[in-house]
């Protein structure tokens, strides 16, 4: 048997969508005639059966008798099979994965660092649809273009293409003035003004002063505590961009405000869909390497890909965090079940090649993955990008807008939440209803409005963390919880995680939603949720 055997074996049985353990493809291979072999196996597996078993090649082989035509060729294969009937633990990335390697014939006999081949197309799922007919761009990526170099002047830049950027989306319902030229005004004026809220502070007697910022100084403005719109200073960040109308005191010095006015997401704006049935899985937070990494409820996740019930999914959108990391919180390497970083991410991509290859994948960053914490991040480097080349996935900055067939997800892996979620009232923004949070970074046109609090952002010349363009779905996860719906007619949807809950997220009272899959019919914007835990 030539010693490319196994690898041969391996590529047939991927071109026809199954995946196989490392005992089985080395039994196939040392039968008399593995061709035939494989085909009695492939005749008399279960219908439902997406993963080749030692316990299947061993079935045909004994049927057949060691020295049939398709026996074993040695006593030697068929000890080796019948020591490896036992599967190891999925917990334990050194064990032997239940899935074929890709490695040539002179290592196929070899027990030691198993590799799983990346998947072909599943037909077991039928996802035939013309390869022509799927449109994938991104926009917004900002990897490789980062300039910032911490200089006073590149603050200053990032805060001035803010204001500018998202005040032309105000300055057209108002006739705003300068900070300047308000204060000029004689009292009694209607005045009106769009800035970057530089503070916000309660008085004496309970009314808001919002002081806003613009290019040319601050002006302060008083919201009393009786009017209607009293209750929107309660979901106020600093830095975020603001309109305010309303009417000078007789001094000059303050003017009360009658009307606030946000960026917002247009009440007309209505989303573009998909011109076919096609739908995309939406995950984030898989978190490899910790040792509540779920990884039965991700075989289970990727198994269900290879069905019938999934052959409309043909994109799955990532949204940060493939690692656990290292040094993340404190006494992380406690809960680590492997502790070195590019390790951790030479094991998420094993996970990833059990995804079916007939899949576009696209993946951002997050916090606990190996790039700059400050936001926003780019790509990662090449090194991480060459181990996570399975399925060959686009990978791209976080936050990037990706238009898949017409549709716009706004990705971004969402460690503002946090800070919103702390920020404004319980009933406005929780963890219970993450997608609330969303709202609200929505209404802003911002994905991370405040600076100098929880969320670290990276001055650049320009600000990447606009949202610009409206989208028609917004996907965010970081929180541990899975929460959808729409806002304006834009679907938020925070995915959940595939990490079970850790000692850190106990002491912090952290309940994750774990093993869930948001799936996204792109035609309709509906959504259904696939359970794997």
């Known amino acids: 048997m030539p010693l ?40 008399d597996i279960p219908d439902d059966a997406l993963v080749v078993r030692t316990e299947h090649v061993e079935a045909v082989l004994s049927a057949d008798g060691a020295g049939g035509p398709v026996g074993a060729s040695t006593d030697a294969g068929a000890d080796a099979g019948s020591a490896a009937t036992t599967e190891p633990s999925p917990a334990d990335p050194s064990a032997t ?20 081949v990346e998947t072909g197309g599943s037909p077991s799922a039928n996802r035939s649809a013309d390869p022509a007919q799927r449109s994938l761009e991104i926009v917004g990526d900002m990897t490789g273009q980062s300039t910032g170099t911490g200089e006073y002047s590149d603050f200053v830049s990032v805060f001035r293409d803010r204001l500018e950027r998202l005040g032309s989306k105000l300055r057209g319902r108002i006739n ?36 806003l910022e613009d290019a040319t100084g601050t002006f302060p403005w008083l919201v009393m505590k009786d009017r209607d719109y009293a209750d929107l200073v309660e979901e106020l960040l600093c830095d975020e961009v603001l309109a305010m109308e309303g009417t000078l005191a007789d001094d000059s010095g303050i003017a009360f405000v009658d009307s606030m006015h946000f960026p917002d997401v247009p009440r007309t704006h209505e989303p573009s869909t998909a011109d076919r049935h096609v739908q995309a899985a939406l995950i984030s937070d898989v978190h490899v390497g910790s040792q ?74 997050g916090n606990h993955d190996a790039v700059r914490l400050a936001e926003p991040q780019p790509g990662f ?16 900055s976080n936050p990037s807008m990706v238009t898949v067939e017409g549709v716009s997800v706004l990705m971004y892996h969402g460690v503002s939440l946090d800070e919103v979620i702390a920020e404004l009232p319980e009933d406005k923004a929780s963890y219970d209803d993450p997608h609330k949070a969303m709202y609200h970074l929505l209404k802003k046109r911002h994905v ?30 970081h929180v541990h919880k899975l929460g959808f719906g729409k806002y304006h007619d834009v679907l938020a949807i925070n995915s959940g995680c595939w990490q079970a809950q850790t000692d850190f997220q106990k002491s912090v009272n952290i309940d994750p939603d774990a093993g869930f899959a948001p799936i996204v019919d792109l035609d309709t914007l509906d959504v259904t949720v696939q359970k794997f835990s």
Do not use: C
Request: aromatic share 6%.
């Open 448 to 477: 991370a409005p405040q600076f100098g609090g929880h969320t670290r952002l990276a001055p650049e010349e320009k600000d990447y963390l606009i949202i610009d363009e409206v989208p028609d779905i917004f996907h965010t996860g």
């Open 176 to 211: 705003h003035r300068p900070a300047t030229a308000i204060q000029s005004m004689p009292g009694g004026s209607e005045v009106a003004m769009v800035g970057l809220v530089n503070d916000i502070r309660s008085t004496a007697s309970g009314h808001w002063l919002v002081e």
């Open 381 to 396: 480097d090449e090194e991480l990008r060459e181990i996570m080349s399975a399925h060959d996935p686009q990978i791209v």
């Open 292 to 365: 509540e990494f779920m990884a039965d409820a991700w075989n289970a996740f990727a198994d269900w890909l290879h069905t019938p019930e999934a052959q409309h999914v043909e994109y799955l959108l990532l949204a940060g965090d493939m690692v656990e990391g290292v040094g993340v919180y404190p006494d992380q390497d406690e809960e680590l079940d492997i502790v070195d970083i590019y390790e951790q991410y030479e094991a998420f991509s094993e996970h990833l090649k059990k995804i079916p290859g007939d899949i576009e994948i696209v993946m951002i960053p």
């Open 97 to 116: 994965p239940s899935v074929s390697t890709g490695t040539d014939g002179a290592r196929g006999s070899e027990p030691a660092d198993p590799s799983p």
């Open 4 to 43: 490319e055997a196994p690898a041969r074996i391996v590529g047939e049985l991927t071109s026809r969508g199954y995946n196989a353990e490392r005992e089985a493809v080395t039994r196939l291979a040392s039968a008399a005639d593995p061709g035939a072999a494989l085909e009695r196996v492939l005749e």
